[in-house]
């Protein structure tokens, strides 16, 4: 995406926990914001993903069967449009949100 010039997607939900948390929490998929919903999802597809469809299978899921991963586009709006550009401060809210998840020393 940004070799395209846009806005790369966020992690978000279970696999940034996973993430920041150094794998104290679990997940099984990657939550993603994407802004530019479309061109994520053709960069999804052009790189092997398909989307499943049928009982069982997720409408917003993204598969890739050799790599065995799975993306999830959950919206296209950061912080349901609480964040507006640099007024948001990333810094003190992560401190806040690590201190409330994980109260243990990280």
Excluded: C
């Amino acid at each position: 995406m940004k070799q395209g010039g846009f806005a790369a997607p966020i992690l978000v939900g279970g696999a940034a926990a996973e993430l920041y948390s150094g794998s104290a929490i679990t997940t099984g998929d990657f939550d993603v914001v994407a802004g530019l919903q479309g061109r994520f999802e053709e960069v999804l597809r052009n790189q092997g993903f398909t989307r499943p469809a049928g009982p069982g299978h997720s409408p917003l899921g993204w598969i890739h069967a050799d790599l065995r991963l799975g993306f999830e586009v959950v919206s296209d709006t950061l912080l349901d449009g609480l964040q507006t550009g640099s007024a948001f401060n990333w810094s003190s809210s992560i401190r806040t949100e690590r201190s409330r998840l994980f109260p243990w020393k990280i």
